[in-house]
C-alpha cells in the first residue's frame, strides 16, 4: 500500500488499494518547484500559540494508529491516546471550537468496526464512546464538530448524520452519490461540504440542510478529489490529484461561490500533500512525502500566498518521525 495512504472512511481506503496498483506506489525522492526555505532563513517560519493534534501510524494495514498533541507555546510534546484501554487505532482527530475537546475515529477494543469517541484534553479519564449502542453493524468515521460545537457530523455506514455531543442521533442527510465521506460543516452549520462517490471517483459537493439541494464544488473527469476542510465564510481546503496521469495528491483551495478552485503554490507534480488544515488565515498545516522527509509522511506548515513551506520538526525535532504523521489539526486556543 502506498506510504502516503491516510485512512478517511471507506471510501479514501478504496482510493488506496487503486492508488497501489499503479506506477509511482513509493515515495518520490525527486525535488520540485516548490519554495524550500534553507536553514538561515528558519527565522522566519510562522509564530504559532495554539495546539496540534494528529495521528502517526506504522502503516494503515498495521491497525497501529496514536494520538498525539504538540503545545507550540510550551513546546510540549505527548501521545494522548497511551494508555486509552477501551480504544484502539485512533486516528482523525478534530478539536472542539474552544478547544476543549476532540472527537476522533478509533476501533473499540475487541472489535473491528469503528466508533467515534470524545475526550475532554488533559483529562485523566478514557474517551468516551459516543456510538457503542449503534453496535457492531454500524461503522462511524470521519467525525467534525460543528462550529457551534453542539453537534458532530459523521459517516455512518456511508450515509452523512449528525448526532449531538452525548451520541444521540440528530439527523441522515441521503446524498445521490454510492457513499458519503469525511464531511465538514460550513461556518455556521447550514451545509456541509463532503466526499461523494461516483463510480470509482470521489468528488467535492456542498449538501444545504435546509432545502436538502447539492452543489458540485469540484468533480474532474478522471481526476479523484477528497477531504475538504471549511477554512472560513468564503473558503475551503481539499485535496485532489495533480491531473488524470499523475495521481500524487496536491492541495487546493476551494470557494462556496462560483469562482474555480486555486492551486495552493508549494504543490509538486512529484510529490503528495494533503490532509491540509487551515490556520491564522493564510497558513495550511498539511502532511508530505515531498524531498527532506524523516519518514514517508511528515508534517508541514506552508504559507498558502507565498508557498514557503517549514517542516514541523523546526519546532519540535519529535514531531515527526520514520513513521507516517498524518490528519492534522489545529486549534488557535492553548
Not at 149 to 171: A, P
Not at 176 to 186: G, K, L, R, T, V
Not at 254 to 279: C, H, I, K, M, V
Request: overall charge negative.
Amino acid at each position: 500500500m502506498k506510504s502516503s495512504i491516510q485512512h478517511y472512511g471507506f471510501v479514501y481506503l478504496l482510493a488506496a488499494l487503486f492508488y497501489c496498483i499503479l506506477p509511482g506506489c513509493s515515495k518520490n525522492t525527486t525535488a520540485g518547484n516548490a519554495v524550500v526555505l534553507s536553514s538561515d532563513t528558519l527565522q522566519n517560519q510562522p509564530a504559532f500559540t495554539g495546539r496540534l493534534v494528529f495521528h502517526r501510524y506504522t502503516c494503515y494495514s498495521c491497525n497501529d494508529s496514536q494520538l498525539y498533541l504538540y503545545n507550540f507555546s510550551s513546546n510540549s510534546f505527548s501521545e494522548i491516546s497511551k494508555g486509552w484501554t477501551n480504544v484502539q487505532n485512533s486516528m482523525n482527530a478534530h478539536f472542539s471550537p474552544d478547544g476543549s475537546k476532540i472527537v476522533f475515529m478509533g476501533t473499540a477494543a475487541g472489535t473491528n468496526n469503528w466508533d467515534i469517541f470524545l475526550w475532554n484534553i488533559n483529562s485523566p479519564g478514557l474517551p468516551k464512546n459516543l456510538t457503542a449502542y449503534l453496535g457492531s453493524a454500524s461503522d462511524d468515521e470521519d467525525c467534525k464538530f460543528s462550529s457551534g460545537g453542539t453537534k458532530i457530523i459523521f459517516k455512518q455506514n456511508g450515509v452523512l448524520t449528525e448526532m449531538d455531543t452525548t451520541g444521540r442521533i440528530l439527523s441522515n442527510f441521503p446524498v445521490p452519490q454510492s457513499e458519503a465521506s469525511m464531511p465538514y460543516f460550513e461556518n455556521g452549520d447550514t451545509a456541509i461540504l463532503y466526499a461523494g462517490m461516483v463510480g470509482t471517483l470521489s468528488n467535492i459537493y456542498l449538501y444545504h440542510i435546509a432545502d436538502a439541494s447539492i452543489t458540485t464544488k469540484n468533480a474532474l473527469p478522471g481526476i479523484y478529489s477528497y477531504y475538504p476542510i471549511t477554512r472560513d465564510d468564503t473558503s475551503f481546503i481539499f485535496t485532489r490529484w495533480y491531473d488524470q496521469i499523475n495521481q500524487h495528491d496536491q492541495l487546493y483551495l476551494g470557494f462556496f461561490d462560483s469562482r474555480g478552485p486555486q492551486n495552493l503554490p508549494f504543490n509538486e507534480p512529484t510529490a503528495d500533500y494533503s490532509d491540509g488544515y487551515p490556520a491564522l488565515g493564510k497558513y495550511i498545516f498539511l502532511s508530505s512525502d515531498r524531498t527532506g522527509t524523516i519518514g514517508g509522511y511528515d508534517l508541514y506548515v506552508a504559507d498558502m500566498n507565498t508557498g514557503n513551506i517549514w517542516s514541523l520538526s523546526n519546532y519540535s525535532p519529535g514531531i515527526n518521525s520514520a513513521f507516517e504523521e498524518l490528519g492534522s489539526c489545529y486549534t488557535a486556543t492553548q
